[in-house]
């Protein structure tokens, strides 16, 4: 069976963790078996990480183009690792998997309204999101 899920949650809740994670217990890690599609990725350089708001929309076409490539080379996993807060936001990663015959589960990663929680992911999140933009992602996240 063909599996795409969509990994909704703010900075620093564990989306990577938990995607990787996926991976290793559904297709035991076989890296030829899956595909993690995360926006992130196009952010890391020789530098390391390193966030240019002016590229966002840039990247994340760039993100949607390699998980429709790697739903139509029939990857049987493909994972999108991304905050998703709004629902426009992964709607183009839905329809495009259930065009080409995946199954497609949602999944939100960590606790959204909780502010204890928040502050936690701002400490953790390797992207040096502020607390005051994780507040402002949660109040706007979309059920």
């Not at 969509?6 to 900075?11: E, Q, S």
């Not at 990787?20 to 390391?48: K, M, P, R, W």
């Not at 029939?74 to 329809?95: C, H, M, Q, R, S």
């Not at 960590?110 to 607390?131: C, F, P, S, W």
Request: aromatic fraction near 12%; hydrophobic fraction near 40%.
């Amino acid at each position: 069976m063909k599996q795409v899920f969509i990994l909704r949650g703010l900075p620093g809740s564990g989306k990577t963790n938990y995607a990787h994670n996926l991976a290793d217990d559904l297709v035991a890690g076989d890296s030829s078996q899956y595909v993690i599609c995360s926006t992130d990725d196009y952010f890391v350089g020789a530098e390391g990480y390193q966030f240019d708001k002016h590229k966002l929309p840039e990247y994340h076409n760039l993100n949607l183009a390699r998980f429709i490539k790697a739903l139509s080379e029939g990857i049987p996993l493909v994972i999108a690792d991304n905050t998703n807060i709004k629902k426009w936001e992964f709607i183009a990663y839905i329809e495009a998997a259930h065009a080409l015959g995946y199954q497609v589960k949602e999944v939100i990663v960590g606790e959204i309204k909780d502010k204890a929680m928040q502050h936690l992911y701002a400490q953790r999140n390797t992207h040096n999101v502020a607390l005051r933009t994780i507040a402002k992602m949660a109040y706007q996240f979309e059920w």
